[in-house]
C-alpha cells in the first residue's frame, strides 16, 4: 500500500494525483507540484491516505508546501495570463483574424529574459498569424507559441456543465478522447438527435462510451424485441428492454398486459419457449416428406 493526494491547479478543475512522501497535508493547503517548467501552486483537494498501490505506481513527488515567494509567484503569472488573454483578443480583432483565444498559459523559468506565452485557439480553418505574432511579442515582451486546437481540447479547458449537470468529464478526470461513434447511441436507445447527443464541444458525448460494454453485453444474452418466450403464468413476447435494471418487459400474449421479467428468468423462459417449440417444428418436414413419397409412390403406380 501506499499513499496518494489529489490536488487541483484550478478550483473544481482536473485532479492530479502526487505521491505526499512524509509529509501532511490538510484539504486546502497550497503545495508545490513538479512540472517539466518547474514547480507550480496547486491546491490539495485530497488529504493523503493510505490506498491499494494498483493503477497508482509512479506518481511524482509532492514538492512540499508553497512558500509565501511560491504564492506571489503564482499570483503574478496570474495577472500575467489574464493580461495576455485580453491582449492576444484585442491584437485579433484588429488583424481581423478569424480566431478565438481559449486559454492562456505563462511559462516562467524565473528568469526575466525567458518568459513564454502559450496561446490556445480555436479557428475553422488554418490561420497565417505571423504578423500577430510580431505584434504579441512586442507588447507582452516574452517569446510567444500560438497553438490551434480543437473543439474537444477547447471543452476541457474552458470547462462547463454537461447535459447531465455536472462538471465536464474531459474538464475533471478523462485523461485521453476515445472515439466515440453514433452506432453506440442506437445501442442505446437514445434518439438520433444532435442536440440530445452533444457535448459542449460540438462532438457526441464521451459519456455514451461508458455503458456501451453493458449494453452490449444485454443484447448479447437477452431475448431479442419481438421474440417469443415462455413464462410459469403463460406465454409472452418481448417488447423492450431495461439495461439499468437488468431486466426486460414481457407481454402477455392472453391478457395483454406487460410485466417486467429479471434477465435471468427471460433467458430461462426463452429456452423453455424453444424447447417447448422444437419437438412440433421437427416433426413438419416428416410428414411433408411422407405426403411427397406417398406422390411419388401413386405415380410410378
Known sequence: ??????????????????????????????????????????????????????????????????????LERDAMNRRRRAEAKLVAKKLIKKNDLPMKVVAVDFIDSGLDFDQLVVIYFTAPHRVDFRALVGELARTLQARIDLRQIGSRDAARLVGGLGNCGRDLCCATFLKDFEPVSLRMA?????????????????????????????????????????????????????????????????RMSASGATRSC????????????????????????????????RRSDGGES
Open 186 to 250: 442506437k445501442v442505446q436507445d437514445l434518439p438520433p438527435n444532435p442536440l440530445k447527443i452533444s457535448g459542449a464541444c460540438g462532438r457526441l458525448m464521451c459519456c455514451l462510451k461508458y455503458e456501451h460494454p453493458l449494453y452490449t453485453e444485454f443484447a448479447r444474452t437477452a431475448p431479442a424485441v419481438g421474440e417469443q418466450v415462455a413464462l410459469e403464468d403463460g406465454d409472452g413476447v418481448v417488447v423492450g428492454h431495461q439495461v439499468p435494471a437488468d431486466s426486460v418487459v414481457i
Open 1 to 70: 500500500m501506499g499513499r496518494v493526494m489529489a490536488v487541483s491547479f484550478e478550483r473544481y478543475g482536473r485532479l492530479y494525483y502526487l505521491d505526499p512522501g512524509d509529509d501532511d497535508y490538510s484539504v486546502g493547503d497550497r503545495v508545490l507540484v513538479p512540472t517539466d517548467s518547474g514547480p507550480e501552486v496547486a491546491e490539495c483537494v485530497w488529504a493523503p491516505e493510505w490506498v491499494q498501490d494498483e493503477g497508482f505506481e509512479g506518481l511524482p513527488i509532492c514538492a512540499g508546501p508553497a512558500t509565501a515567494e511560491h
Open 262 to 293: 429479471s434477465l435471468a428468468a427471460a433467458c430461462g423462459a426463452r429456452q423453455l419457449f424453444a424447447a417447448r417449440v422444437a419437438p412440433a417444428q421437427a416433426q413438419v418436414p416428416q410428414r411433408k416428406a411422407r405426403t411427397r413419397q
